[in-house]
């Protein structure tokens, strides 16, 4: 919320991804923070966040080891998370009626 207090009026979009190695219901410390995450790109949650921000859950994208020991170094794993983060915003740009979309490029129609 501090951030959306700072944007507020602004439009600005908001993606978050989880680090892969948490699993989807995980009742530890990961598990509350992905729950935290899908809650805040919950528009029926977080009403003021309706069209703002979206969630990526990363643990299907994640070939492998931890965010602690950087993925084992799998570029593919930094690559899927980056391209799925990239989809979410560019599906948050298109609910704006002023913004056309291509091949995951995204600009403002003026």
Excluded: C, W
């Excluded at 680090?19 to 009742?27: A, D, H, P, R």
């Excluded at 965010?67 to 570029?75: I, L, R, T, V």
């Amino acid at each position: 919320r501090s951030i959306h207090r700072l944007t507020e009026g602004r439009g600005d979009k908001f993606g978050t991804a989880s680090l892969g190695q948490t699993v989807n219901g995980s009742k530890d410390g990961g598990g509350v923070i992905l729950d935290a995450m899908f809650d805040v790109a919950n528009a029926e949650k977080y009403p003021e966040f309706k069209g703002n921000v979206a969630a990526v859950y990363s643990h299907p994208l994640s070939m492998g080891s931890s965010s602690g020991a950087h993925y084992g170094g799998n570029a593919e794993t930094y690559m899927n998370i980056g391209q799925a983060m990239g989809d979410a915003m560019v599906q948050l740009m298109k609910a704006d009626n002023n913004i056309e979309t291509s091949h995951s490029k995204a600009r403002k129609v003026d």
